[in-house]
T-cell receptor, first 116, second 117 residues
């Protein structure tokens, strides 16, 4: 697609429920990143995928968070047993990777998750 | 590890005036990019300007320019002739290159820019 698409745009869920957030990156972008933006905070790195390599999960805050990227394209971020502190905007970005590393990061509009 | 610091949580400027947003960073890498992103209420992060660390010349994009001081690890953004549409959160970000990997961005906490009509 022309840009990075994220769905849903907004999600309200009850504490303890599982949620899935979707990211559809720009076609041809091999790198995909998930970030979390809590109210009044900058962006916190969660996870990134690069081609067929093992994902870098170093930013995931707990084992309740997981992510998959199927066929090198669409990614799903899953949060199990949601807690109120998980409330945030979850942003996805994709990028091209050149010989000097990634450049040209493009962001989606994010999913605002509210846990009640 | 990389860090990015934005020391101004909020800035206010009169329309048509000039404002400078501050950013300092820290990295042990010598090869990296610096970015300024704008985030309006729509939430989408919009690239404002990008600077390659190996380039001495400061990047410029229309009314937006940077003052890149590599030795001081400083990367400020100057917005000239401020317009109402410039009102947004501005984030400074750093991407390092190490082994050609797809390194992610490290962000500062942002500066909320208010434009007074």
């Amino acid at each position: 697609g022309a840009g990075v698409s994220q769905s849903p745009s907004n999600k309200v869920t009850e504490k303890g429920k599982d949620v899935e957030l979707r990211c559809d990156p720009i076609s041809g972008h091999t790198a995909l990143y998930w970030y979390r933006q809590s109210l009044g905070q900058g962006l916190e790195f969660l996870i990134y995928f690069q081609g067929n390599s093992a994902p870098d999960k170093s930013g995931l805050p707990s084992d309740r968070f997981s992510a998959e990227r199927t066929g090198g394209s669409v990614s799903t971020l899953t949060i199990q047993r949601t807690q109120q502190e998980d409330s945030a905007v979850y942003l996805c970005a994709s990028s091209l990777v050149g010989f000097r590393g990634a450049y040209g990061y493009t962001f989606g509009s994010g999913t605002r998750l509210t846990v009640v | 590890a990389q860090t990015v610091t934005q020391s101004q949580p909020e800035m206010s400027v009169q329309e048509a005036e000039t404002v400078t947003l501050s950013c300092t960073y820290d990295t042990s890498e010598s090869d990296y990019y610096l970015f300024w992103y704008k985030q309006p209420p729509s939430r989408q992060m919009i690239l404002v300007i990008r600077q390659e660390a190996y380039k001495q010349q400061n990047a410029t994009e229309n009314r937006f320019s940077v003052n890149f001081q590599k030795a001081a690890k400083s990367f400020s953004l100057k917005i000239s002739d401020s317009q109402l549409g410039d009102a947004a959160m501005y984030f400074c970000a750093l991407a390092v290159f190490s082994g050609g990997g797809a390194d992610g961005l490290t962000f500062g906490k942002g500066t909320h820019l208010i434009i007074q009509p």
